[in-house]
């Protein structure tokens, strides 16, 4: 019989990639998806006839709703996914913040350990945790530091997995991603806004990317990569948190420059803005994760570098642009 897996987050990046992924090995997969007054679905348009999945409706402010879904599924694998998960908004809302990102891992806690504790619980946690970092390359045993609303949030979220794991005995495990990213990234997030900007540029659309700080650094990989190692977390004998990174860094101004160069723009600083609007009041200078234990037990690593990873993104967007351009010539 096909195990069944339940996905809080499933309209995000990740929830989306994982969803792909966990059909592609036949899983029956349940997706929650809050209530919005407009449904937005566009990165599961591939997957929304597939009759092994299956979309529900629950929040992870609302207690309730997932003690009524797991009671329902009895799922044999929660992939908790879902987070207010953009750091600059953390400043802006951190009440929400430690409302969805950190008491919503207790929630979901809660509702696996009363209504299905011989589940697997996987916890979406995040390098934002090291912040000003204490220990480079960060491992599993580097002590956190966050710098952002978001960052507590998520080591909160961490603590009270491995709290549960061990108070109750649950599988309950913490996957601590670095950054990653992939057309489906949200347009707010660095690597897919300079992706876009630049590609406007490239077309005339745009005449300068607008960006806040340059020079923090991040280990960033490919999305889908990452979420096989969500995936194999959660097949091994014993529950345990493993630290998931490509062991590289660059800084957003690389990042920045690799992306005009790939559509043949060299002098970048003249097509740059600086904008204060987008520095952070509290920064992380510089992630560099090592992924050492994930490549030993989960036989784990990344397939994409940084340089493929840029060009995915601008291809990407160029692509998108170009159908828009084509749809209005029409
Ligand atoms: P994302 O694209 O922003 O997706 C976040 C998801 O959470 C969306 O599906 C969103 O639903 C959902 N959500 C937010 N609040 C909710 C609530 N109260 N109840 C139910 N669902 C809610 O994020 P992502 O990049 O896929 O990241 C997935 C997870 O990994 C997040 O927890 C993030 O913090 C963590 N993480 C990400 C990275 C990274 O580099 N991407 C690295 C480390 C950790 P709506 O569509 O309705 O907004
Ligand atoms: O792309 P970002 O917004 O990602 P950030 O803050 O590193 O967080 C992401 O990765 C975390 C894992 O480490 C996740 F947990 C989290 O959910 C999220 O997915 O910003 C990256 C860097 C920052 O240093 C920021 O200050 O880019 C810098 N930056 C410079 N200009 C900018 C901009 N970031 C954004 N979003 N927009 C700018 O205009």
New binding site residues.
């Given amino acids: 019989m096909s195990k069944k897996a339940f996905i809080?987050?499933?309209?995000?990046?990740?929830?989306?990639?994982l969803a792909d992924f966990l059909l592609s090995k036949d899983y029956q997969v349940y997706g929650?998806?809050?209530r919005?007054s407009t449904p937005?679905l566009e990165?599961l348009t591939n997957i929304l006839s597939n009759p092994n999945f299956h979309l529900v409706n629950?929040?992870?402010?609302?207690s309730s709703s997932l003690i009524r879904l797991l009671n329902e599924i009895k799922p044999d694998e929660i992939y908790?996914?879902?987070?207010?998960?953009?750091v600059q908004t953390s400043w802006e809302e951190p009440i929400l913040t430690g409302?969805?990102?950190a008491l919503?891992v207790t929630r979901m806690l809660e509702a696996m350990r009363l209504c299905c504790p011989q589940a697997k619980f996987y916890q979406?946690?995040?390098?934002?945790m090291f912040g000003k970092v204490l220990q480079t390359p960060q491992t599993e045993k580097t002590p956190f530091y966050p710098r952002s609303p978001?960052g507590v949030a998520?080591a909160y979220?961490h603590f009270i997995t491995v709290n549960y794991r061990e108070s109750y005995n649950l599988f309950a495990c913490s996957?601590?991603?670095?950054?990653?990213?992939s057309p489906?990234?949200?347009l707010e997030?660095v690597t897919r806004k300079i992706a876009h900007q630049v590609a406007e540029v490239k077309l005339g659309l745009r005449e300068k990317v607008e960006l806040g700080n340059l020079e923090a650094k991040r280990d960033?990989?490919y999305?889908k990569d990452?979420v096989q190692a969500m995936w194999l977390i959660l097949q091994q004998d014993k529950p345990d948190d493993y630290v998931i990174a490509t062991g590289e860094t660059h800084t957003v101004g690389e990042f920045l420059q690799a992306a005009f160069a790939h559509v043949g723009i060299e002098d970048w600083q003249t097509y740059f803005q600086h904008n204060p609007a987008f520095d952070r009041p509290a920064e992380v200078d510089l992630l560099i994760g090592d992924a050492s234990k994930a490549k030993q037990v989960l036989n784990w690593q990344p397939s994409v570098t940084f340089s493929d990873l840029v060009k995915i993104m601008v291809d990407a967007e160029m692509a998108i642009l170009q159908n828009q351009a084509k749809v209005a010539d029409f």
């Fill in positions: 809080t987050g499933v309209t995000g990046q990740d929830g989306s990639y929650m998806v809050r919005t937005i990165r629950g929040d992870l402010a609302d908790n996914l879902a987070a207010q998960s953009f409302d969805y990102t919503g979406a946690s995040s390098s934002e978001y998520k979220g996957g601590i991603l670095f950054n990653h990213e489906r990234r949200g997030f960033w990989g999305a990452y």
